[in-house]
């Protein structure tokens, strides 16, 4: 496969430049004058210019036909031998390959009815261009979607297009292929749904966590008691932030995970997502939405919906909430790795060293919710001696 593959890439990367180079009679399609700038500007490699150039051919016959004309001059079977002896061109080819068959796109690139099917040629390099390396089709996919509508994007695109429209000098980057993941075999779709919705979650929370980890560190406390049985807030003196949730009474920790626990089974819940007008974030919803709670309670028991409550939003035009849940999940992300790096410094002292002597330290285990001092709960002593083999530095 990977012969096959170098060969076919290194005939349509010189048949291709000698056309736009040349100015073949039969006419230079602004595709090939795209992907030859993009080539020329180091967007994509060779292999990659090849690999282009071949999957938007297989849609036009009449071009093969001049591919295969150019291979019976001598000119074109000097090139082609020349390029295909380069190190270079066949450690790119080599590369190429390997995505394609890692991505599935191998196993339908020579089916017939790949090409049978009628599709813009524009999707086919689009999903190509994905496959070999996703960075590098940012510009190429936002040409894409503006021709497109949304009746016809893939949860993909919309991740993508989501991306772009992220201000930022990242914007798409999926280094681990999440994004092109089937889980549980329930479609890519459903997974990029599940992944969205998922980190729309954690960023909610780490923001709550942040702005509560720095206001424990500095001192802030509320107003009034806790619980009777802590009429102050001597007990958590001097201690960390995550220090706090280990001296909380058991009672209340587990009162707190059983508070989330049920607000992740109404969230996932079709009978309050149906009752508040809602699709299952996998089934097509919007991710990070929240049913509502007076939709099935009653309104005495709940008199206002968790998710503004006062009406604050109820005026705004789509474009503004979508500019706000576009905000939402950029300080989402930022609040993430601030969280982290204030547990990283208070963990391992100095790790971070913008924060060094400004945090309390911490020698718990801060991905565990509790601590030898729970071994009454069942399997709390079991998960305290199983993470310390994949924890290196509990040991």
């Not at 060779?46 to 071009?63: F, H, I, R, T, W």
């Not at 016809?152 to 695109?157: K, V």
């Not at 009752?275 to 089934?283: E, K, L, Q, S």
């Amino acid at each position: 496969m990977h012969t096959i593959v170098s060969v076919l890439l290194c005939l349509f990367v010189t048949a291709y430049a000698r056309r736009v180079q040349t100015g073949e009679p039969a006419g230079v399609r602004s595709w090939e004058l795209e992907n030859m700038n993009r080539n020329l500007k180091g967007e994509i490699n060779d292999a990659e210019l090849g690999m282009l150039n071949l999957m938007n051919a297989m849609m036009d016959p009449s071009l093969l036909k001049v591919v295969a004309e150019g291979l019976h001059q001598p000119e074109g079977r000097a090139e082609l031998i020349k390029m295909m002896a380069n190190p270079d061109f066949q450690e790119h080819a080599r590369r190429v390959s390997e995505d394609l068959r890692a991505s599935g796109v191998v196993a339908n690139f020579l089916k017939p009815e790949f090409y049978a099917r009628k599709q813009d040629s524009s999707d086919a390099l689009q999903t190509l261009l994905l496959a070999l390396h996703p960075v590098r089709a940012r510009n190429n996919v936002v040409q894409t979607h503006s021709r497109a509508t949304k009746a016809h994007m893939s949860a993909l695109d919309e991740l993508i297009e989501l991306a772009e429209s992220t201000p930022g000098p990242v914007q798409y980057w999926d280094p681990l292929k999440l994004s092109e993941q089937d889980f549980w075999g329930v479609g890519n779709d459903a997974t990029i749904g599940f992944l969205r919705h998922a980190e729309i979650k954690h960023g909610r929370v780490a923001m709550a966590g942040f702005v509560g980890y720095c206001i424990h560190e500095n001192g802030i406390r509320w107003p009034f008691p806790l619980t009777t049985t802590l009429p102050d807030y001597s007990s958590f003196e001097g201690l960390s932030a995550p220090a706090v949730w280990d001296a909380t009474p058991q009672a209340a920790r587990l009162q707190i995970i059983v508070i989330i626990g049920f607000f992740e089974f109404w969230s996932e819940w079709s009978t309050s997502l149906e009752a508040d007008g809602m699709v299952h974030h996998m089934a097509g919803g919007k991710p990070g939405q929240f049913p509502a709670f007076n939709t099935i309670l009653p309104n005495p028991f709940w008199p206002l919906p968790l998710f503004d409550p006062f009406g604050f939003t109820a005026d705004l035009s789509e474009e503004e909430k979508a500019t706000k849940r576009l905000r939402e999940v950029q300080n989402g992300r930022l609040a993430m790795i601030g969280l982290f790096s204030l547990i990283s410094e208070a963990r391992v002292p100095g790790s971070v060293p913008a924060l060094a002597g400004l945090i309390k330290p911490y020698d718990g285990e801060v991905m565990a919710p509790f601590t030898a001092a729970d071994a009454n709960l069942p399997g709390v002593s079991t998960m305290l001696e199983g993470v310390k083999p994949l924890l290196p530095y509990l040991k």
